[in-house]
């Protein structure tokens, strides 16, 4: 798990706009939206620079982050993030309040692990393909991984995992399983590499095309 603080100092704001919000940037400031639980959305503002480290970090985004407003905490998780299309800028941020008994609904990252030491890669020459790099989750907010383990150790060549094959930590279930088995989405595989493929096609139509040598003495032949 994380040991990163991801508490984040945060301002009630009320002046609201694109004005508004050009001001805020200028002066490093991020706007931001606080809303769910049943409660009113409250428009906030928060530190980019502080707010830009920490969303370097991949937990940032599948953490339970607490807001302090005004003095008051709120546990939420980051449903949204908008960035300037060219500057490294955080322009707008949406948080979701987390309840404590209550379920939420959240992506978490996917880590692949022992994939050079796989059976397809290491004894049978392929390569992984990552077909999927997050999968959405519910859960309680005590139950919520920073990330989900996937082991390829064991998949060979030709082989495919699906969501259904993997392990996932107690409590947590996967939002595309409960929309029936048609949404067993391939995560991981191991294929044979392209240059292969590739060089097998080339040998293949050389063979077809004869030489300059072989064309004349068919020449000479007619």
């Known amino acids: 798990m994380a040991t990163i603080d991801f508490t984040i100092q945060a301002e009630l704001r009320t002046d609201t706009g694109k004005g508004a919000s050009r001001r805020l940037r200028r002066e490093e400031k991020v706007p931001a939206i606080l809303y769910g639980a049943d409660k009113e959305a409250v428009s906030i503002t928060v530190d980019h620079n502080k707010v830009n480290n920490m969303a370097d970090h ?10 302090v407003i005004d003095g008051k905490k709120h546990e939420a998780i980051l449903k949204d993030v908008q960035r ?3 500057k490294p800028k955080l ?18 990252p996917v880590h692949f692990v022992n ?28 139950d919520l991984p920073e990330f989900v383990e996937v082991d390829v150790a064991n998949l060979k060549l030709g082989e495919t995992l699906h969501l259904t094959d ?16 048609d949404h067993d ?23 077809e095309v004869p030489t300059a040598k072989e064309a004349k003495e068919e020449k000479d032949a007619e």
């Open 185 to 207: 989405q391939a995560v991981v595989s191991i294929t044979a590499p392209r240059v292969e493929k590739e060089a097998e096609e080339t040998e293949e139509v050389s063979a």
């Open 166 to 181: 993997l392990n996932m930590p107690k409590g947590v279930e996967l939002v595309e399983l409960a929309k029936g088995e």
């Open 115 to 142: 994939e050079a030491s796989s059976v397809g890669v290491k004894e049978e020459g392929g390569v992984v393909v990552h077909h999927i790099a997050d999968v959405e989750v519910t859960c309680l907010p005590k």
């Open 58 to 67: 991949e937990a940032f985004y599948s953490h339970i982050l607490t807001l």
């Open 91 to 108: 322009t707008h941020l949406d948080f979701q309040r987390v309840v404590k008994g209550q379920k939420l609904h959240t992506h978490v």
């Open 84 to 86: 300037h299309p060219y």
